[in-house]
């Protein structure tokens, strides 16, 4: 196990207790993966509720939002043979995928980066809000891109997963931008910076037959159209990434290059985190990666929980050489831990020139 990382002594710092439903009738049952922003002098995270209603005994409930945005609660008997809970996050029947929670974002706030609370002089919930959002939005990415800030997020409907995108200046107006990356789509994280004066993004298509969970760059002229795709992380046999591999937060500038923190997951589901090293002039060009996890699942609240052995970042904040991040634990709970960039830095493998 490395040694890069110091947890927060106040771990977790939020938990379903945390956080008030966002109406009657709904159970919060996991509150994860933030997305983290300074503003105002103040540390900021934009996290995922999940919610569903009280489950009763023998039956599976969960909400599925309808057109007018109100919530159809859906439910199966847990003994019907067509109905498949093998994973806590999804419900499967007669061979169709819904989620077993409705997802929303939350807007909260601190003044140390350890207590956060819902701020009352703002908006802080943001909904799903048409068809292609109907199972909920998730895992919020934040770049500040000069004075704006830019949302990319997971939309999750029936047509597929894909990558939605939202700007603020202020954070009390939200405009929502549309899907920007069609399904199967997700782990969008924006360079906070152009690079030769384009805009680049990290994203994760599935392939389906043919190539996997790999984490792709895409540059774009306005952030909103992308294009000139190139892959750049494939999953590796046999590692702790064997799975999928998902970018995390915006990467950070270092010396050395771009330097993103992202997640993979080997075929036990268990997701740990290590790290990508791109060239400056060109983040399609990886210079190196992490052989072994930076941060794995070790702690009771990140090995049990609503989906157990799971460590997954999309936000971090960076002060010199070092990044404080947050970080969603088991499914359920937030935490915080921090890093040396260069003890990162430091521990990647470096890279033949091409290898995936
Ligand atoms: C997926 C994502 C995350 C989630 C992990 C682990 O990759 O959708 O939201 O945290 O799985 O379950």
Not at 36 to 45: C, R
Not at 116 to 139: L, N
Not at 287 to 300: G, H, N, V
Request: with cysteine.
């Amino acid at each position: 196990m490395s040694n890069l990382s110091q947890r927060f002594s106040q771990n977790p710092i939020l938990t379903t207790s945390d956080i008030v439903p966002s109406q009657k009738g709904l159970v919060v049952e996991c509150v994860l993966n933030p997305g983290v922003f300074a503003h105002e002098g103040k540390t900021w995270l934009i996290v995922r509720v999940a919610e569903r209603p009280e489950q009763q005994e023998g039956v599976t409930s969960f909400p599925v939002m309808r057109t007018d945005g109100s919530l159809e609660i859906m439910s199966f008997q847990n003994d019907d043979p067509e109905l498949d809970l093998s994973d806590s996050r999804y419900v499967k029947y007669k061979g169709v995928t819904y989620l077993s929670t409705i997802s929303h974002l939350r807007l909260l706030c601190s003044e140390d980066g350890t207590h956060f609370f819902e701020p009352s002089d703002r908006p802080t919930k943001i909904f799903g809000q048409d068809s292609q959002e109907s199972f909920g939005i998730e895992d919020c990415r934040v770049s500040k891109i000069g004075e704006t800030y830019y949302l990319t997020y997971t939309q999750v409907s029936e047509s597929g997963v894909g990558v939605g995108l939202m700007t603020t200046r202020d954070w009390r107006t939200i405009h929502r931008q549309g899907m920007i990356i069609p399904p199967h789509n997700k782990d969008c994280a924006l360079f906070e910076e152009p690079v030769n004066g384009k805009y680049y993004c990290f994203h994760r298509p599935s392939g389906i037959d043919l190539g996997g969970n790999f984490i792709w760059v895409a540059s774009s002229p306005d952030l909103l159209h992308w294009g000139n795709h190139r892959c750049i992380a494939h999953t590796r046999e046999d590692m702790w990434d064997s799975a999928r591999v998902g970018a995390g937060a915006a990467p950070i500038k270092t010396h050395a290059g771009w330097l993103e923190i992202y997640h993979g997951a080997n075929a036990d589901n268990r997701y740990c985190l290590g790290a990508l090293l791109l060239d400056r002039d060109d983040p399609t060009k990886v210079l190196a990666r992490s052989e072994k996890p930076i941060f794995e699942p070790t702690l009771d609240y990140e090995k049990d929980g609503f989906f157990g052995n799971v460590v997954f970042t999309n936000g971090h904040l960076v002060d010199g050489d070092t990044v404080t991040m947050y970080y969603g634990a088991s499914d359920e709970v937030i935490c915080g831990a921090t890093f040396s960039i260069d003890a990162i830095l430091n521990s990647l493998n470096v890279y033949s020139k091409g290898a995936l």
